[in-house]
């Protein structure tokens, strides 16, 4: 079946560094790919999106690319601020509509 | 705009006691729903989807069960709590089958 699966984390990062969180994943068919970002204590929110093939979704400074050549969805973002301290979650839509999620990834930023 | 209201916020309850929790969703109309819950420092566990009114889906098998009562009104349910049922609780709608937008969630302890 489709899956998800996550860098482990936590991933502890100094302010201003760059980030990357690798998210590959395995899918018949053609599925969307989403970044959710979930705060201490609140749900997840939508961060980004890309819906086909070498689509890039980008938010708040964050980007991500969808590569189907190597199924990967990796997060970025070139310059990461305390504020950007969360459990970031990669998913794709499966042929149901469903959402299979990875496992999350903890992001530390230390300033 | 949409929103999405869950209630209470935060529950204590004993075991063996009844449980419910509701969720609904307001600026749309006929939307998918979706329950999930999330273990402490775990990831997302989908516990039960509807693409309608009484039209519910269960995916994991246990002492929960939710009703739609209305289009936008989606409930979460439990007769009686076991320790195991304490976490996180999500709700979720969508209107595009793709991406899901979350609810504030429901932090439920067993005790």
């Known amino acids: 079946g489709d899956s998800v699966t996550q860098m482990e984390g936590p991933v502890t990062l100094s302010e201003e560094a760059f980030l990357t969180i690798n998210c ?10 989403f970044w959710y970002v979930q705060y201490p204590g609140e749900g997840l929110q939508l961060l980004l999106k890309a819906t086909k093939a070498d689509d890039k979704g980008s938010n708040k400074g964050f980007e991500a690319t969808y590569r189907k050549e190597t199924t990967s969805f990796h997060l970025e ?8 301290s969360a459990v970031y979650f990669c998913a794709l839509s499966d042929s149901n509509y469903q959402l299979i999620w990875g496992a999350g990834t903890k992001l530390i930023i230390k300033p | ?34 329950w999930y819950r999330q273990a402490a420092g775990r990831g997302l566990q989908l516990l039960f989807y509807s693409i309608g009114i009484d039209q519910i889906s269960s995916e994991v098998p ?13 409930i979460l349910s439990s007769k009686k709590l076991l320790l195991s049922d304490s976490g996180f609780y999500l709700c979720a709608w969508s209107v595009t089958g793709y991406e899901q937008y979350f609810g504030p969630g429901t932090r439920l302890t067993v005790t």
């Open chain 2, 62 to 74: 246990q002492n929960l069960s939710a009703s739609r009562p209305q289009d936008r009104q989606f």
């Open chain 1, 24 to 33: 590959t994943y395995t899918a018949t068919g053609y599925p969307s790919l």
């Open chain 1, 77 to 84: 973002k070139g310059s990461v601020q305390v504020s950007d």
């Open chain 2, 1 to 34: 705009s949409q929103t999405i209201h869950q209630w209470p916020a935060t529950l204590v309850q004993p075991v063996g006691s009844p449980l419910s929790l509701e969720c609904t969703v307001e600026g749309t109309s006929n939307p998918n729903l979706y």
